[in-house]
């Protein structure tokens, strides 16, 4: 009786053993799990940290293009004003001198022409806007 209760004894002992063991493997096989998901996370969190400073460095760079874009159309305003305010009176002169009316040369009908079309096209996009800002426009400077 004394032999089966020792065998009985280490059959009960190999099992709790294979069990323990069992249990050590689960455990460092989680425990590598953990380390590896844990580096992963750090990756993604250093990632998301690259296209963060990325994406408002491209905000930053697209903000400073549209108000280049802006003061470039204003100046450009006033550009293609001051010349039809000039055009008006170069042409008001020659009207009232005593030799008559002589007509500009071809690079100053060229300017003309340009600051023309320019203020009839900027004279668009503010009705254009007006009637609807979710329209979307070209760049009047294109």
Same mark, same amino acid.
């Given at each position: 009786?004394t032999? +089966?209760?020792?065998? *009985?004894? /280490?059959?009960?002992?190999d099992?709790?053993?294979?069990?323990?063991?069992?249990?050590?493997?689960?455990?460092?096989?989680?425990?590598?799990? *953990?380390?590896?998901?844990?580096?992963?996370? *750090? %990756?993604? $969190?250093?990632?998301?940290?690259?296209?963060?400073?990325s994406?408002f460095?491209?905000?930053?760079?697209? %903000?400073? +293009?549209?108000?280049?874009?802006?003061?470039? +159309?204003?100046?450009?305003?006033?550009? $293609?004003?001051?010349?039809? /305010?000039? +055009?008006?009176?170069?042409?008001?002169?020659?009207?009232?001198s005593?030799?008559?009316y002589?007509?500009?040369? =071809?690079?100053?009908?060229?300017?003309?022409?340009?600051?023309?079309?320019?203020l009839?096209?900027?004279?668009?996009?503010?009705? $254009?806007? =007006? /009637? =609807?800002?979710?329209? %979307? *426009?070209?760049?009047?400077?294109?």
């Open positions: 009786m032999m +089966e209760k020792f065998v *009985r004894k /280490d059959k009960e002992h099992r709790i053993k294979d069990v323990v063991q069992s249990l050590k493997e689960e455990l460092e096989h989680e425990i590598m799990l *953990r380390k590896h998901y844990e580096s992963l996370h *750090r %990756e993604l $969190a250093k990632e998301l940290s690259e296209v963060k400073s994406f460095g491209c905000l930053r760079n697209l %903000e400073r +293009e549209r108000k280049t874009r802006i003061l470039l +159309e204003n100046l450009c305003n006033e550009f $293609a004003k001051g010349i039809r /305010d000039y +055009e008006q009176q170069v042409h008001c002169l020659r009207k009232n005593r030799n008559g002589v007509k500009g040369n =071809s690079v100053d009908q060229l300017i003309l022409h340009i600051s023309e079309a320019w009839d096209e900027r004279a668009q996009m503010k009705l $254009a806007q =007006s /009637d =609807s800002d979710f329209i %979307e *426009r070209t760049p009047i400077v294109e």
